[in-house]
């Protein structure tokens, strides 16, 4: 199981835009995705569930990602939360 | 035969079926059903035909008006298409035996109610994308069908007012006409009509008649009335001048590509307003030459969060190449007073129009200001681009601007990204304050252009968008032309050209006395360029007699 902690540095936090580029992200994987903020988890699959975790500027997220292509995925979230939040 | 009428914002005539707009505030009635799972594949299909519906919406937003403004329509496919979104509804049908639509609306008020409880304002807002999406499928279950992309013939539309969120999703080829109850002259409809070019009657009392629905009518914009179902003779007469005033357009094609220089040898620019990336067809179509408005508000009110300087960039960059080395003026960002955008976060205000707006929010949030002035910069690299800037009160504001100008130019060049150094700086005389001090700010920048909207309504005091004092407002006031005439000489006496770019520019029982008083730029929405084009023409300057002072 991979796991990333991230914190947000976009003003906006995951609002509507990256919360869509980011589900459909993990749709890409196999593999099962999930964000935590503050003992509320989401799954990354979930446009709802993402954005109601109202995660903001500042706020540390943690995605752990379980699954046979968990490595690769885990690298394009990576790359994709630094591009976008 | 019925008869209405109402106050037309634009000469044409239009002919065809009535439509209404609506939105979606249908009544939900609750009952059981007989089987659950016909309920569920009933829910199912509205869904699916609603996330196609988004599907084409999201292509035709892609082609104009780029990526960026169209992924909206992807995200509400995606909310669509969420999975406890779709297994709330689901679940309420089975457990509770009941028709889809009250599963839907209970699900609908369950998820923006987590949203609007939200600490985020942002996420507040996100509320209405669910009862957005949520009325898309209610639509469907519930057969109020308003869906210009698959109707087949064009329509008038009939509608209280539109938003301009809701006519960016107007298949603009399917309109023939607009019909409001509401509005101003210069309420978005109004300004859209003009635009396009189509019949628009507003302050239609009694056009809001569910019976109307799919009528043959007619708009006669010489008079604002409206017919439903014409009678023979009223059908004829008004088809025989509808065809009389499409052989006035076609001979207008005539004036393309000549010049625009009075009897007296005058050279006048006439450029055009354009509101959207989309009015670049009509720009080039109607042969302008130039872009003297451009309002880059729409950037951000089609979008659902504050544009990036790509996105902007790549929106400049397109309108300068298409414009081909001709003059290519950018306003910068003028919303408050009647535009708002909600990710702003603009307080409730009672006096908008002389409030928190245009520069002003510039000015205090330089952030976005120098975003959207690095995308412009960037996008000078590719054409003929000059900057304007709105709202200007004082001296001390265009230093500031000035300022911020030179911070973006020099980061630019550190960061070696092309742009041209020469940018032409321009500012909008839209009050009297700014056309009172106009030989102090003739000094510092490059152009002037009258913005006569906003300078009528503050020198008149009188609300635009109020309809009760549309008797008392006269356009042609000596005070306005009175300033004309003073920004006009002091742009002059220091060097610099004058334009007018507001409503008074197109019309033309003033064009003579605008030349007169030395106008050099007129810039108008792109249907009034060629019939501006003869006017000028035709015109002797030597020959008017000042009457106005």
Redesign the interface.
């Known amino acids: 199981m991979e796991q990333i902690k991230y914190v947000i540095k976009d003003n906006a936090g995951i609002h509507a835009r990256p919360a869509g580029l980011l589900v459909k992200l993990a749709k890409e994987f196999e593999s099962s995705i999930t964000i935590e903020k503050d003992g509320k988890t989401a799954d990354a699959r979930k446009i709802l569930a993402v954005m109601s975790l109202g995660a903001k500027k500042d706020d540390e997220i943690t995605v752990k990602i379980d699954g046979n292509d968990a490595e690769s995925a885990a690298n394009k979230i990576k790359e994709f939360l630094e591009n976008n939040l | 035969m019925i008869i209405i009428k109402g106050k037309s914002v634009f000469k044409a005539i239009a002919i065809g079926k009535l439509a209404f707009y609506k939105r979606g505030k249908q009544q939900i009635k609750r009952y059981h059903i007989d089987s659950v799972q016909d309920e569920i594949k009933r829910f199912q299909k509205a869904r699916d035909s609603a996330v196609s519906e988004l599907k084409k919406l999201y292509d035709k937003a892609l082609k104009e008006v780029g990526e960026a403004s169209a992924?909206?329509f992807?995200?509400h496919q995606?909310?669509l298409l969420?999975?406890?979104?779709n297994e709330s509804i689901e679940n309420i049908i089975k457990t509770q035996n009941i028709n889809a639509e009250f599963a839907i609306g209970t699900t609908s008020d369950n998820?923006s109610q987590?949203?609007a409880s939200?600490?985020?304002s942002?996420?507040r807002e996100?509320a209405h994308?669910?009862k957005d999406i949520s009325d898309r499928v209610l639509n469907k279950l519930l057969g109020v069908e308003f869906d210009f992309i698959n109707s087949k013939e064009p329509v008038i539309i009939a509608a209280d007012d539109l938003a301009p969120s809701e006519t960016v999703q107007l298949d603009k080829s399917k309109v023939l006409g607009f019909i409001t109850l509401y509005g101003s002259s210069n309420s978005h409809t109004a300004i859209l009509a003009r635009s396009m070019n189509i019949a628009s009657v507003i302050n239609a009392n009694g056009i809001l008649n569910d019976s109307y629905a799919g009528k043959m009518t007619i708009i006669d914009g010489f008079t604002g009335n409206i017919y439903i179902e014409p009678d023979d003779a009223t059908l004829s007469r008004l088809s025989a001048k509808k065809a009389l005033e499409e052989e006035k357009i076609r001979l207008l094609e005539n004036y393309k590509g000549k010049p625009n220089i009075t009897i007296d040898g005058k050279k006048i620019e006439i450029y055009a307003n354009i509101g959207n990336i989309s009015d670049m067809a009509a720009v080039l179509k109607n042969d302008a030459g130039g872009i003297g408005l451009f309002r880059s508000e729409f950037i951000y009110l089609e979008s659902?969060?504050?544009p990036t300087e790509n996105e902007q960039f790549s929106i400049y960059k397109t309108a300068a190449e298409n414009m081909a080395g001709k003059k290519t003026i950018i306003r910068t960002l003028d919303i408050g007073a009647d535009k708002k955008i909600n990710?702003f976060n603009l307080p409730h205000e009672e006096n908008p129009a002389l409030g928190y707006r245009a520069i002003r929010i510039c000015l205090t949030r330089p952030e976005i200001f120098k975003t959207q002035l690095r995308a412009i910069f960037r996008a000078s690299a590719f054409g003929n681009i000059s900057i304007m800037f709105p709202m200007i009160t004082s001296l001390c504001e265009i230093q500031k601007i000035k300022e911020i100008v030179k911070e973006v130019q020099n980061e630019l060049e550190t960061e070696n990204i092309p742009f041209n150094k020469n940018t032409e700086l321009g500012i909008m005389i839209e009050t009297p304050a700014a056309a009172l001090i106009s030989d102090i700010l003739a000094k510092e920048v490059d152009f002037f252009s009258i913005g006569t909207n906003d300078l009528t309504q503050y020198t008149l005091a009188m609300d635009r968008q109020n309809q009760k004092l549309e008797e008392f407002l006269n356009p042609y006031h000596t005070s306005i032309l009175r300033l004309i005439k003073l920004v006009c000489d002091n742009g002059h006496k220091n060097g610099i050209w004058v334009g007018i770019c507001g409503e008074l520019g197109s019309d033309l029982n003033l064009t003579e006395t605008l030349l007169s008083i030395g106008i050099d730029e007129l810039s108008v929405s792109p249907p009034n360029i060629l019939p501006l084009r003869k006017k000028v023409i035709e015109t002797d300057i030597s020959k008017i007699e000042n009457k106005i002072f």
């Open positions: 992924l909206i992807e995200i995606m909310m969420d999975d406890d979104y998820f987590m949203f939200m600490e985020d942002y996420m996100r994308d669910i659902k969060t504050y990710y």
